[in-house]
């Protein structure tokens, strides 16, 4: 029967439904556990198509300003709570009289009050351990980001700053701790600079106060669908002068209070640049945070005034078709409520650096994981170039426990039990070799877990690498600095549809993530990053106070609406004659129907996005299988405690069986144990080969160091140069080429590249072949290069790869063609550089059947394919299939596909296992070794089936598509609707 469909009932119907209003409140108090005739996805089709469709997003909602507290507070009396200027304070309390002043203000404040602060500072994880660790247990588990200690229990960071800012000689770090501490130096600098207090807050209202014409939308009917940013139009302008002079005071103001060291340093840097003389420079970075300031600010506050709307309408809304629905035919509205009684619910997990085969490998160490990873620390001497200039990271890696674990099984319940449990439980659901996109780096691959969308094409998130030169706008991007804050608008000029903008009509919660438009409850991604490291659990204890919130009105709800049940039937069964009683139950039932709709919004998310920025964050500048991350009191032992936490939350809000849960990690990480870097290696070498200089032009800062601050209105031109370079992440660096014969913005392929001629070369026949120079200058530590040999285009594309092995230069070719693919030496003989023929060394032997599966497969992908013969070529499955058994999973797919996107640049090269590329620190990812490559991505919960099949490889991409049809019942096609991974729901047996 059709839920939705109006129903006629026979006298005998009628007499049926009266019978079942007799039941006891206890028998419908189990109405959960009752299949919902006609599926589980009527109530969200109802409130898609026929509540939520109708909202406007109008601004006269409402203007009761008495109605929003902040703290507690009433707004007046909160804002005089703040250490205001006087006259600012005066102004903006003149102002609050005004509801289109005043209401967006209120839930700006919301936002950055009643969310993020209210919390003990302690350290939960580490107050855990001390629950179930003795103190000598505890003594033996410290790291430089773990210290045993009988105080207040904070992050070492945190006391590193407190320490030495102490005068005291019994205060001060020891030498011993001091080089314990070089690995966390970046986030004790940062944690002097960002601070969620009444400060902080106080310089949030003086930017909204002086942004006068904030409130553009405010006079429109509706509030806009999207942000309009900054541009260089004169009313802008005048607005960011305007503003300027606020926040370099409050940043003068702030510098005052900061040790000396790199991040102050960075601050009056950007003051300087605010006096007379420097203002009209290109890239003036005075000027760049204001316009980041500016934009940040009106961006939330029309993103919490947004979501206020969108809740408060949805209530309207809601209260009225089901007052209405009651009305009309009652049936539909209790078909309704037990809909939502069994509505699915989806919680979608990112965590940054999570890796498969590591996790894999500490739940059961019997794997090959540790034990390769651990040689690997051993061996390092060997991979230390000899004619190349080279330097150590800093930090030395500690690693005692992972020589612990490849000596002796570990076997602790404590340690990482929501993981042994997730891998004992779903053998299944969790893919035996993930697939992280390559680059492997947070900025390309986190939107592709999050929208299930490609980097390239219609829809496409177009971010195709950490920085990237858009020749059309002679603009050059990083997204390590304020340039974070254009993700989202490149994002969104895309047209990427995220799970936010897909799943509108449902309740959602961002814990954390970024892209979160059209979340209807968000804890900001930048914030947490920000503060996260002054304050450790910051975001997961933020997400999990919301969780446990909702869980306890989730219970309220479903008890709810089981009575809610029970009165209707009871209404219906009431003799028509009963006027006076009819009409006392109908104004009961209409009471109830408008509480519910009150409270509806404040249940459980029916879609929960939760990112984890941590283990990637700490492996960067600890080493990826170091103490600090592995150990009991590392950063995977904690993501458990906070994962087990979630799954809690659920589990009493009595809807864990109804979640279908699905985590994924955007890369795995690698240890540095040499680095150099290249643009040295190669540019100054050949400028001195040369006789002139080369015009080398860098946009990345490299790993270990500060962010960089680019000007949005007034950025550098990339004109007049011979090359950009940016690194990424320690283990890859672009270069970007302009000497193209098509023109300055296209990309110049193999055959100009060899014969480039650089801008102050005496004549223009003077020309290099910067191919061989580059790849004879790192010939140690170069993995490979990989460049375009034609042009790419979506039906198609051709690279080279370059690389040494045994001193010997290898120049490969990996075409595709639709959906087929061919890989091959350019000299003839196999190819060498991707490993295509050997096993995987960090992973168990294949059984004997798989091992004649593999050298099939390779017979059939190598051998026998034909250059002129596509038909003879393997398919991208084939090639999947293959490249699963070796330590480069999805290699030749992949590579193939580094260049659909046009602004992916000219030359991409990756550095060897154990080097990194224009990086300070020993941990690394962006490159191409397994560890790497290799990224979690696993589902878990009551919804999936015993007959679940196997996920033997699959991408990290796969991830939102499957929870979306999970949760809405409509099949994902890639390459339709925006979508460009695959649903790996049929896979999952969900019952």
Known sequence: ???????????????????????????????????????????????????????????????????????????DAYILTLPLDKKVKARVIAQLSDPTYAIPLGHFLYRFYDRYTGLNSEDEFKQYLASIYDEEQL????????????????????????????????????????????????????????????????????????????????????????????????????????????????????????????????????????????????????????????????????????????????????????????????????AFLKSQQQRRHSVQVTVDGLQQSLIEGLVDQSKPFIHKAYQLHQERAAVKPKTEVTQEPEHQQQVKFMAQLAKEAYRDPNYLPFFKRLYRDNPHSITQVGISSTPTISVRNLPIIKTGAKVSGEGGTGIPNFHFVDRDRDRAYYFFGNDALQLDRLMESHGVRTMFDRLAYLITLNCNGQYDWNAHTSYDGLVNLGLGEVQRDYGEKRCIRELQERAKVEVKLKKDRAELIEDIRGYQGIWFVDVFTKLTKKWKIEKAISELAKLDGQGMPDHTLIYNPWPDHFAHFTG?????????????????????????????????DQTLWGMAGDHGLSPVFYALNPERQVFDNLSKKLGYPLLVKKISSDEGEG???????????????????????????????????????????????????????????????????TVNSLSESLDYMVLRQRSCQAEGCLVRLIGH????????????????????????????????????????????????????LQNLCITQAKADDVNSWCNVEQWRDLTRFTSRPDSVNQLARLYDE?????????????????????????????????????????????????????????????LYEFLTGEQVSPGENGWGYPSLLNKLDIQ
């Open 805 to 856: 092995r045994d001193g010997v230069r290898h120049d490969e070719l990996v075409e595709r063609r639709g959906d087929k693919l061919f890989y091959s030496s350019a000299k003839g003989g196999s190819p060498k550089l991707l490993d295509i023929t050997s096993l995987n060394p960090y992973r168990n032997s294949p059984s004997q059947a798989e091992i004649e599966h593999f050298s099939e």
């Open 624 to 656: 990826p299988f170091s103490d600090e991350i592995i150990m009991p009191t590392g950063e995977l032992n904690r993501l458990d405690f906070w994962l087990e936490k979630t799954e809690q939350a659920y589990r009493n809000a009595g809807i864990y």
């Open 139 to 334: 003594k033996q588990f410290e790291h430089s980001l773990y210290h045993f200690g009988s105080g207040s229990v904070k992050d070492k960071t945190a006391d590193r700053v407190k320490e030495e800012s102490s005068s005291s000689a019994d205060q001060r770090l020891t030498k011993q701790e001091s080089a314990k501490q070089t690995s966390v130096k970046h986030q004790s600098a940062q944690a002097q600079g960002i601070k969620a207090d009444r400060k902080f807050i106080a310089s949030m209202v003086t930017i909204y106060d002086a942004l006068v014409d904030i409130g553009m939308w405010q006079d429109m009917d509706a509030v806009p669908a999207k942000y309009t940013y900054l541009t260089n139009n004169p009313a802008d302008l005048q607005l960011v002068d305007k503003i300027q002079p606020i926040i370099i005071d409050i940043m003068s103001d702030a510098a005052g209070g900061m040790d000396e060291g790199e991040m102050k340093a960075s601050v009056l840097a950007i003051i300087a640049d605010d006096k007379p003389e420097n203002r009209s420079k290109v890239n003036n970075k005075a000027q760049a945070l204001t316009v980041t300031l500016i934009d940040f600010v009106r961006l939330n506050v029309l993103k919490a005034y947004r979501q206020f709307v969108f809740q408060t309408e949805r209530e309207q809304a809601l209260n009225a078709w089901m007052q209405d629905t009651f009305d009309d035919n009652s049936d539909d509205l209790i």
């Open 902 to 962: 046009t602004r992916a640049g000219t030359i991409n090269l990756f550095p060897k296992a154990g080097i990194g590329f224009n990086t300070k620190v020993p941990g690394r990812h962006a490159g191409e070794s397994f560890s790497e490559k290799d990224a979690f991505i696993g589902f878990w919960g009551m919804p999936i089936g015993p007959n679940a099949s196997t996920l033997k490889i699959e991408e990290n991409g796969s991830l939102a598509p499957t």
């Open 707 to 773: 962010p960089k601050i680019t000007n949005a209105l007034n950025y550098e031109s990339n004109k007049g140069i011979d090359v950009v370079v940016a690194s990424t992440a320690g283990g890859n660096m672009m270069m970007d080429f302009f000497n193209a014969k098509s023109g300055w913005e296209a990309q110049p392929v193999y055959s100009e590249l060899i014969n480039w001629t650089p801008i102050n070369a005496p004549m223009q026949s003077d020309t290099v072949d910067i191919v061989t120079e």
């Open 1 to 75: 029967m059709d839920i939705g469909a109006k129903t006629s009932w026979s006298g005998l119907g009628k007499w049926a439904l009266l019978s079942v209003s007799l039941l006891s409140s206890a028998a419908w108090a189990d109405i959960g556990d009752t299949p919902v005739i006609g599926g589980v996805f009527n109530a969200s089709e109802i409130m898609r198509d026929q509540i939520v469709s109708s909202l406007s997003y109008s601004t006269k909602l409402t203007r009761d300003i008495t109605l929003f507290t902040i703290g507690g507070l009433s707004l």
